[in-house]
């Protein structure tokens, strides 16, 4: 593929290099990345990528961009709320360049359309936020031979590293298993620095960049690890597990299984319901409706302090959930108490611990102080 004289222009930075060179943005040009999530990482990823003269980026996200996106996932803008992310991310990326391809997937990404949108592609950068979508995308890779550039972020930590079937471990060889649902926080039950992103969603492109033109080492069995607080950058090696179920030497698993079934996640209500898992819920509405009434009961905020001051149920009790287990004696088993968190789930937890120690009489809010702001005070800010 060869340059026209307004791309010799604009990489020309690139083609004085001898690692790029003509042949290697020639490389660029022909090459076909896919861009799982346009958020936190998929943006800094696709505006680089874009610049850089990638000659084919699709984007697979099904999300809308929301207010809250806007702190990190920075090729959206604020006139950009409510539009779909890819339709966002493309106008922006053809801003940038309009020499590149865009190539939009408004959809989520499952076992069922996986292999139709992958087929076109050599390389996936991954930037979603799950784990089932992990292990998806691996399987998906490891069956299809094609490198996939992985990174992860929360707080003030990210990591990022190759998976190339053929040349180095997958994602199963580094973790054979999912986390039990809801043991680790997502960003947005636990938050994220706007900048981390950037750091991590740059180095998958920077990874994408060396394996298109081939040169330097991959992060191929090699995870970085970033604390944006301490400000380091280590590095932990990884092998190929000859057991792994996927990629290892008698895989047992050969095609797309059930991901969220894998990752413990429950598909709708009839599953929601089954024996012991049954939490009782009230409706911010009802909530509302029993404080009108001045019916007698306890509320319990079991999100953290930080949460707390940004906004509040009046009469609230806060106790954080890692705190309820040696403050439970605070609570008397003979009040109504209802539970509240930021969406729900941490609630649900408290819910079930405190059913377990006894407490017969409690209820969880169901969605969360969220649902709160939206269906009964607006003037409660949402985060
Ligand atoms: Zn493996």
């Given at each position: 593929m060869s340059l026209s004289q307004d791309e010799i222009l604009r990489y020309s930075r690139h083609l004085i290099m001898p690692e790029v060179g003509v042949e290697?943005?020639?490389?660029?040009?022909?090459?076909?990345?896919?861009?799982i999530g346009s958020g936190g990482l998929g943006s800094p990823a696709a505006l680089y990528l874009a610049a850089a003269g990638i000659g084919t980026i699709g984007l697979v996200d099904f999300d809308r961009v929301d207010f809250s996106n806007l702190q990190r996932q920075i090729i959206h803008s604020t006139k950009s709320v409510g539009r779909p992310?890819?339709?966002?991310?493309?106008?922006?990326?053809?801003?940038?360049?309009?020499?590149?391809?865009?190539?939009?997937?408004?959809?989520?990404?499952t076992k069922d359309n996986i292999m139709r949108i992958l087929k076109d592609y050599d390389i996936l950068l991954d930037g979603t936020d799950n784990f089932q979508t992990r292990y998806l995308v691996?399987?998906?890779?490891?069956?299809?031979?094609?490198?996939?550039?992985?990174?992860?972020?929360?707080?003030?930590?990210?990591?990022?590293?190759?998976?190339?079937?053929?040349?180095?471990?997958?994602?199963?060889?580094?973790f054979a298993e999912p986390p039990p649902p809801g043991m680790v926080p997502s960003c947005a039950e636990g938050g994220v620095l706007g900048i981390l992103p950037g750091v991590i969603g740059v180095i998958q492109a920077t990874?994408?960049?060396?394996?298109?033109i081939g040169k330097?080492?991959?992060?191929?069995?090699?995870?970085?690890?970033?604390?944006?607080?301490?400000?380091?950058?280590?590095?932990?090696?990884?092998?190929?597990?000859?057991?792994?179920?996927?990629?290892?030497?008698?895989?047992?698993?050969k095609e797309l299984i059930d991901y969220d079934a894998f990752c413990g996640l429950a598909r709708g209500q009839e599953e929601k319901s089954n024996g012991a898992k049954m939490i009782p819920e009230i409706s911010a509405k009802e909530l509302k409706?029993?404080?009108?009434?001045?019916?007698?009961?306890?509320?319990?905020?079991?999100?953290?302090?930080?949460?707390?001051?940004?906004?509040?149920?009046?009469?609230a009790k806060l106790i954080p959930l890692g705190n309820i287990p040696e403050r439970v004696h605070e609570l008397d088993s003979a009040d109504n108490i209802v539970v509240n968190c930021h969406f729900?789930?941490?609630?649900?937890k408290a819910v079930?611990?405190?059913?377990?120690?006894?407490?017969?009489?409690?209820?969880?809010?169901?969605?969360?102080?969220?649902a709160w702001s939206q269906d009964v005070d607006p003037s409660c800010p949402r985060y």
């Open positions: 290697g943005q020639e490389k660029l040009k022909a090459a076909k990345v896919l861009l992310k890819v339709e966002s991310a493309k106008e922006r990326l053809a801003e940038i360049n309009p020499n590149v391809k865009v190539v939009t997937y408004d959809e989520m990404l691996n399987d998906a890779c490891v069956f299809t031979k094609k490198p996939f550039v992985y990174g992860s972020i929360f707080r003030f930590d990210g990591q990022a590293t190759v998976f190339y079937p053929g040349r180095g471990p997958c994602y199963r060889c580094l990874e994408v960049v060396k394996l298109i330097g080492e991959p992060l191929i069995g090699r995870l970085m690890l970033y604390d944006a607080l301490k400000m380091t950058l280590r590095e932990v090696k990884f092998r190929r597990n000859p057991k792994c179920p996927v990629c290892g030497d008698n895989p047992s698993i409706a029993m404080m009108d009434k001045k019916e007698k009961f306890i509320l319990v905020d079991v999100r953290e302090p930080n949460e707390f001051q940004i906004n509040r149920i009046p009469g729900g789930g941490r609630s649900a079930e611990f405190l059913q377990k120690m006894g407490f017969k009489k409690v209820k969880n809010l169901a969605g969360g102080i969220d």
